[in-house]
C-alpha cells in the first residue's frame, strides 16, 4: 500500500512514522508513505497559499491551485505503475465516519491513497470539481488540521495488510477478543490491596474463556 499525503506541515508525521509498528512497516517495504507539500506549488514569491474566504469570516482558507497541483504530482507518480488504484480522501467533519471495515474494503480494493489534509478554515472547495475523491471524518469533533486524522486512517488500513502486524492473527477486529487483557503476575498489591487475574482466564477452560472475551466484548 503506497500512502500519497497532502500536507502543509509533512514533519508533522516525523515522529509517528518513525516509531514501533507503521515504522516496521515501512522499513520491511509493506506500506510506503510519500509527502506533497502545497507550499512547493505556489507561484507567490513567499510560497504563500492561503487566502481571506469569500464572503467574509474569521481564518483563511487554503488555495485550490496548489493543492490541485501536489494531487496531480501524486496522479502522476502513481501512475508509473499501470496497475496501480488510486483513491482520494478529503478530511472533513462533515465527511462519512471512518470505520475499520471502511479500512478493509479500502486495502482490498485500493494500491494508493491520497491524503488532502486541511488547515485554517479548510481548503478552496473547487478541488472537489476537478478530482473524484469522498469525504472522510474520524469522529463528531473539529481538529485544527487533517494531518492527525491521516495518521489515524493510514494506521487502521495498514494494520489489515498482512505481514505489517508480524502475526496476523494480532487483529483484534477479526476475533473473539476481549477490551479488558491481563498479564503476569498473577497478583499485584498496590496500597494494601491485592489486584487479581480473573480466574476464569487461569482456568485452561477455553470454551469459557471465549464465553468471557465475547460477554467482556
Known amino acids: 500500500m503506497n500512502f500519497h499525503i497532502i500536507s502543509l506541515f509533512p514533519t ?6 518513525n516509531e514501533s509498528i507503521i515504522a516496521r512497516a515501512i522499513k520491511d517495504k ?3 508513505v510519500n509527502f506533497y507539500n502545497p507550499r512547493d506549488f505556489s507561484d507567490d514569491k513567499w510560497k504563500r497559499v492561503d ?3 469569500y464572503s467574509g469570516g474569521p481564518g483563511m482558507v487554503i488555495q485550490a491551485l496548489p493543492t490541485v497541483k501536489a494531487i496531480e504530482k501524486a496522479l502522476t507518480k ?4 499501470k496497475k496501480a488504484k488510486a483513491k482520494i480522501i ?11 471495515d471502511y479500512a478493509k474494503k479500502t486495502t482490498k480494493k485500493y494500491s494508493d491513497i491520497i491524503f488532502i489534509c486541511g488547515r485554517y478554515e479548510g ?3 473547487r478541488i472537489k470539481k476537478i478530482f473524484k475523491m469522498e469525504d472522510i471524518s474520524v469522529g463528531p469533533f473539529v481538529l485544527t488540521g487533517g494531518e492527525l486524522p491521516a495518521m489515524i486512517v493510514l494506521d487502521c488500513i495498514s494494520r489489515q495488510i498482512e505481514g505489517v502486524l508480524g502475526n496476523f492473527d494480532s487483529l483484534e477486529e477479526s476475533r473473539v477478543s476481549s477490551h479488558d487483557v491481563y498479564t503476569r503476575p498473577e497478583v499485584f498489591k498496590y ?4 489486584y487479581r487475574v480473573p480466574k476464569v482466564l487461569l482456568s485452561g477452560n477455553h470454551k469459557k ?7 467482556k466484548r
Open 12 to 17: 508533522a508525521f516525523d515522529s509517528y512514522l
Open 30 to 32: 509493506k506500506i510506503k
Open 51 to 53: 487566502q481571506k474566504p
Open 78 to 81: 502513481i501512475k508509473k505503475n
Open 90 to 100: 478529503f478530511f472533513s467533519p462533515g465527511g462519512k465516519q471512518f470505520t475499520t
Open 123 to 125: 481548503i478552496d472547495a
Open 191 to 194: 496500597k494494601g490491596k491485592n
Open 209 to 215: 474463556i471465549e464465553d468471557w472475551k465475547t460477554k
